[in-house]
């Protein structure tokens, strides 16, 4: 039988979606008169397998549903609690955005930050686009909060502030460090003190995460920190 991954549940009602990437199929409604015993165990991000089945009138209907485990939801967690940086794909429901994880492939909803200006706009001409994004909370009852590290397609300067992160790539090597080229057009300096600790080699071309310790927006004068070398 197909194994699947629980990307929504609504307990309350009584049904769920589940996606089965060995189907090549998404949101495969289900009502928990198809599961087993085990269904008060099941939470969104489980692994559970099932008989497939096909009505004319309804659809695909998956049948027999029996919980796995929850492996899923394991491996999000130790992302969570080591900050691991992750991609997914970025999705639209209901007016909410999310990412559909490329790994697991579940639902994460996006932290909005509230300086991000025209986000409809933004948001909705890359969707289904990869991005990069890392979790920033995970509760006992598995809701799970992302943030999108690169927003390089939003290019307003005031999504640069103190503490924000994201993808840039270095574009000189100057005196006492590198530039580093973030969102379209957006230069800030990367001073070498704070390369030190890295055990790769930063140089011109190098994608990298930095995060934003010092700004001046009168002069454009930004510093960076650096975060994690991507290649």
Do not use: W
């Not at 001409?125 to 927003?151: C, G, P, Q, S, W």
């Not at 502030?161 to 969102?183: E, P």
């Amino acid at each position: 039988m197909p194994i699947g991954y629980i990307s929504y549940l609504n307990k309350s009602g009584n049904y769920g979606f589940i996606d089965c990437p060995e189907l090549n199929l998404d949101h495969i409604f289900f009502h928990y008169s198809n599961c087993n015993k085990t269904y008060k165990n099941i939470h969104k991000g489980d692994k559970v397998y099932f008989k497939p089945e096909y009505d004319d009138t309804k659809g695909f209907i998956p049948k027999e549903i029996a919980f796995v485990q929850n492996a899923t939801l394991d491996v999000l967690k130790n992302d969570f609690e080591n900050g691991t940086h992750l991609k997914g794909f970025l999705k639209k429901i209901e007016n909410k955005y999310y990412v559909k994880d490329l790994t697991t492939y579940m639902f994460i909803r996006l932290n909005l930050i509230d300086h991000e200006i025209n986000l409809n706009e933004v948001y909705d001409e890359h969707l289904n686009e990869l991005i990069d994004y890392k979790i920033v909370m995970f509760t006992e009852k598995n809701k799970i909060r992302a943030i999108n590290l690169n927003r390089q397609f939003s290019p307003d300067r005031n999504l640069l502030t103190v503490g924000h992160q994201m993808s840039g790539l270095v574009v000189a090597g100057v005196k006492g460090g590198f530039q580093v080229k973030v969102y379209e057009n957006i230069i800030g300096f990367l001073p070498f003190s704070f390369t030190t600790t890295s055990e790769k080699k930063i140089e011109v071309g190098s994608l990298v995460e930095v995060t934003c310790i010092k700004t001046n927006k009168d002069i454009e004068n930004y510093i960076f920190d650096l975060t994690h070398i991507c290649n």
